[in-house]
């Protein structure tokens, strides 16, 4: 069966320090991968995705990257933390040309 | 404007009620989802439908391509429904489109 592992869980983190949440896949091969950001009151917005290792697409700027180093695994980093940083942020797959979704935790991001 | 828009934003009920949330979108879709999120943060997927209804216990989410639109209700609701309720729509086969979430809260 098809599995999602995303973590830390939660996260305090100062501002101008690192960040890096990692999201791996099971079960599947060459998925679509995403990280999107739920900010306070909002709803979840998609920041990245790729359909293919090396392969990312951007959605919106701002101050943090994605990386997808192999097949099954995605990661989210940021150089230096900004305050408006702060949120929750899900990975999620899907199998390239399907709709179904699969989510991970979540992990909640407090920049202090 | 949102292309998934949600209603009620907040929703609190007495243990027991029947419930429903709305969900309106303005593209074209290949399947919406409607997906639970508890205060932790972890999100269940509840349902995917491109047509017609589907039930799962006490949750029953319908959707009308035509007027895109799409509902979940709970019957017979409990505090341990309480959580916040997302609709999310494919556009195509590769990404989602989120509403904001509509939070529930069951009192007993």
């Known amino acids: 069966s098809q599995t999602i592992h995303q973590w830390p869980a939660t996260l305090v983190q100062p501002v101008g320090s690192p960040l890096s949440l990692e999201c791996t896949v099971e079960g599947t091969s060459n998925p679509n991968l995403y990280w999107y950001r739920q900010a306070a009151g909002r709803g979840l917005q998609l920041l990245f995705y790729s359909v293919g290792i090396g392969q990312i697409s951007s959605e919106v700027p701002q101050n943090l990257s994605a990386s997808r180093p192999q097949d099954r695994q995605f990661i989210l980093s940021s150089k230096k933390l900004l305050l408006s940083d702060s949120g929750f942020y899900l990975c999620?797959?899907?199998?390239?040309?399907?709709?179904?979704?699969?989510f991970g935790q979540g992990t909640r991001l407090t920049v202090v | 404007k949102n292309e998934v828009e949600q209603s009620p934003q907040n929703l609190t009920a007495q243990e027991g009620e029947f419930i429903t949330i709305n969900c309106s979108y303005s593209v074209g879709i290949s399947a919406l989802h409607w997906l639970q999120q508890h205060p932790g943060g972890g999100i269940v997927s509840l349902f995917m439908?491109?047509?017609g209804k589907k039930k799962h216990g006490r949750l029953i989410a319908t959707i009308n391509i035509q007027e895109k639109h799409s509902s979940l209700h709970i019957t017979a609701s409990h505090p341990r429904d309480s959580a916040v309720y997302i609709c999310a729509v494919n556009r195509g086969t590769d990404k989602l489109i989120f509403g904001t979430g509509t939070r529930l809260q069951v009192f007993p």
């Open positions: 999620a797959w899907m199998r390239q040309g399907s709709t179904e979704a699969f």
């Open positions: 439908l491109s047509s």
